[in-house]
């Protein structure tokens, strides 16, 4: 395995492609579809006051530590590690971040495929005149379709290698730019459609007042846990994007924006889902079934529900997108930094990778879903070893390195880019890291694996 090469590794181009690339890589499926009935199913209102506290006290600290690891080692996060701690075994916490990002888009390229098929179904009016216990029954035909899912998992996968093997500027950059304005637009525009429904209004109410009785321990994990994933912290995304970030980038300033951008999606995704759930009575506290099954259904009751239905789906593939992009160029950077591959081998290599783990999740849910592990399909093994043990995994190594290991001086040179930014805060940050986080992480990852209910 060859050390990394960074004599002429790329950079964004501008502060405006840091920004957009950083948002588009944290903003996913996690805001779009898991925050609206994780809010839902935890009492609204109560729990988004929580989640935000958990973003500024656990999210930006993280997110700075994951920025400081990439932009000072400009390396991949396998890389970022070694080079910041040689001859040591830190290199594993970057590899469990690559291993990680490799599984999540194993299921994840699954449901972004099913996404791209709504959008050709609303395109081509398929998703009108249904019952909701056809949608019901299309959806579940649809998705153990042992061939429909997995095409629509290579052309999603496809359109990722086009961006990916475009390289930084040309391609991650100038897509972001494209994207990310407009998954703004478009959820702008669905939730001035969404308030304006007769009895909307009570969908705001639930959103945005409060009912402090609901807020309990697994309230405060659970906004703990959202605020961590949705931030797409611990998986290498942000290490790797901030490794093509130059010198003069503010890294406080650009760890709230992107924190701050993310949330504000977050909950336009509650403001333009709500009021239609409530306009339409249906339970604000279904499950993930409220994208594919229960929205469709909304939409085709509204006035041109076709033009709604497109729209919202665009802006569910827009955001798997620009998610799996990040995800794809961690392994990407990894395979052409440690076993000198040319982006174009190292992106070819990835995407066949990542087409045949899509597929074999495809295929968990319907051919082979009698096929499992621990009582768990191969789709729901990937998410379940990812998100509640890997993730929280990383996290929890990377605020004990960057909080513990790296040296006072240097850390706060890199965030005061050499002294000449404030940070005022800077041994309350730091303090943050070596014993709020890995404790608030700790307690996640063991609620998330049901080894403790505080409760």
Known sequence: MGKSQNKERATFGSKLGVIFASVGSAVGLGNIWRFPYETGQQGGAAFILVYLICVLILGIPLVMAEFYLGRRSHANPVGAFRGLAPNTKWYLVGLMGVFSGVMIMGFYSVVSG????????????SLSDKTPEVFQKDFTAFSTNIYKPIIWVVIFMIITHVVIISGV?????????????????IIVIMCIRSVTLPGGEKGLQFLFHPDFSKINSNVILGAMGQAFFSLSLGMG????????????????KTAVTVALLDTMVAILAGVMIFPAVFSFGISPTQGPELVFITLPNVFQSMSFGYLWALLFFLLLGIAALTSAISLHEVTTSYMIEEYGLTRSAATSFVTITLIILGMICSLSVGAWSKFTIAGMNIFNLFDFISAKILLPLGGLWISIFVGWIVPYNDLKSELTNKGTLKFYGFNFYRF??????????????FNELGLISLS
């Open 114 to 125: 099913w996404t791209f098929d709504y959008i050709f179904q609303a395109l081509t009016g």
């Open 432 to 445: 943050i890291l070596r014993y709020f986080a890995p404790i608030a992480i700790i307690l996640i990852f």
């Open 169 to 185: 500027k040309k391609g991650i950059e100038r897509s972001a730019k494209i994207m990310m304005p407009m998954l703004f637009l």
């Open 237 to 252: 995304c942000l290490i790797t994007y901030s490794s093509y970030f130059g010198p003069n980038v503010n890294l406080g």
